[in-house]
């Protein structure tokens, strides 16, 4: 079974400028999450659906960044404009039944 | 609320020794609780997991960990540690609601 599919795995970019990241969940599981992680504030989750439904959005920094889930198999997180304290690595999650499946995480770097 | 609290930032150990690191989680409801660990440059993936029943729980690579609700806690214990198991270790809460409460982790160092 293919995993959590996540892309890029690096992103450098200038301040500014929009950023892109995508995620394959797990096929069959209804529960995506997206985490970020940083050196100085660990794993923060960022937002988590349902169904492709957005159930808690809370943690999601500020209006630059934003989540959607067209259908079950595709989500993307967007920030724009970026900014140097957006570099973290950024990570994908899937779950069916109470376990997270991660993806590998997509490093950026803005500049 | 709900807090994972994970006591030792880095372990560092001697290969084949043995080796415990901490989980205290507070919660006022039933919790499920996971050990993940996370591989330089790689993502999340689970040691094991308690969701009920045995209070001692066996994982991947020879780990475990033992359920302990009077304590709360869930230290995860491996008795003789590789190389290959230097790594990052998260323990995990939830009580069911789909919103998981992470520990800050733990640096496991093995020594040569």
């Known amino acids: 079974d293919a995993g959590v599919i996540q892309s890029p795995r690096h992103e450098v970019t200038e301040m500014g400028q929009e950023v892109t990241l995508r995620c394959k969940p797990i096929s069959g599981h209804d529960y995506l999450f997206w985490y970020r992680q940083t050196m100085m504030r660990g794993l923060e989750l960022l937002i988590y659906f349902n169904n492709n439904v957005p159930i808690d959005d809370s943690g999601m920094p500020e209006d630059r960044f934003s989540a959607k889930m067209p259908n079950a198999s595709f989500s993307t997180l967007k920030i724009q404009p970026s900014e140097p304290r957006d570099s973290a690595v950024y990570f994908c999650?899937?779950?069916?039944?109470?376990?997270?499946?991660f993806g590998e995480g997509s490093r950026l770097t803005v500049l | 609320a709900q807090s994972v609290t994970q006591l030792d930032s880095q372990v560092p150990v001697f290969e084949e020794a043995p080796v415990e690191l901490r989980c205290n989680y507070s919660s006022s409801v039933s919790v499920y609780l996971f050990w993940y660990v996370q591989y330089p440059n790689q993502g999340l993936q689970l040691l094991l997991k308690?969701?009920?029943?045995?209070?001692l729980v066996k994982g991947i690579n020879g780990f475990e960990a033992e359920f302990n609700k009077s304590q709360t806690s869930f230290h995860l214990r491996k008795p003789s540690v590789h190389i290959s198991d230097t790594a990052e270790y998260f323990c995990?809460?939830?009580?069911?609601?789909?919103?998981?409460?992470f520990g800050t982790g733990t640096r496991l160092k093995v020594l040569a």
């Open positions: 999650a899937s779950s069916r039944s109470g376990e997270l499946f």
């Open positions: 995990v809460a939830t009580s069911g609601t789909y919103k998981y409460i």
């Open positions: 308690y969701l009920s029943g045995s209070t």
